[in-house]
């Protein structure tokens, strides 16, 4: 089963903001084509004949190569255009992840971090794969975010429609969101784990177990009122 994390951000998709989003992400752990199998990545654009799909010739590890896949997705339009690539993590686990930045709008932008059970197989790697988000999350001030399974719809882009939601097994609130919930009533979320962060934001893990904790989730969802 696939899954992934996904951010909204109030940005432009602008050069500058790619360049320090991948420069952060290497400076994290991140690396390009290190892992199992030849890595590849996509840019898709409103006209089908203008995509690119490349994949790696051979499994090597070139993360200086994402400076040249940056420049190339600069000249395609940042106000459509969606770009998707596979990364490694090599830290304190391996695993292989997609990034895919898609802007839907003005000042309106997904970020989304894509992974699966074959790639992220156990709770340790889960909780690395989760921290590498929130220290996304935290360095670029994202507005919110929430763990998805693979099709479902995206995250609400409106603020007040996220808030509506109820929470999933992941989630991450900004301090604007967290302060229309009542910072006190969130921090003491019967879950997994409630930690407040740097940006005055917070992540909320009901549980780690990505195919659902039914009881866990009905117990944090009274807590919030849903």
Known sequence: MDWDVQ???DENLEPVFIHKLFYFLISIGIKYNAGDYNTY??????????DVEYKEKERKESTEKLAEIVDTYTKFNLKTDLLSIWLDY???????????????????????????????PDEKSFL??????????VRFNFSHGAFRIENISDVPHDKGDFLKEKPNI????????VDKIGREKLLSTPAFKV??????????????KVIGCPDEMYRVWGHLGY
């Open 7 to 9: 951010f909204r951000c």
């Open 41 to 50: 990545y996509l840019i898709y654009t409103e006209k089908n004949e203008n």
């Open 90 to 120: 090599q830290k304190e686990v391996d695993f292989r992840f997609s990034f895919t930045l898609d802007p839907i709008g003005e000042n309106n932008l997904f970020v989304t971090f894509g992974t699966g059970e074959h790639l992220v």
């Open 128 to 137: 690395v794969f989760i921290n590498m988000c929130k220290e996304v999350f």
């Open 170 to 177: 992941v989630n991450f609130y900004s301090k604007s969101l």
């Open 195 to 208: 930690e407040e962060l740097e940006n005055g934001g917070v992540m909320l893990i009901v549980c780690t």
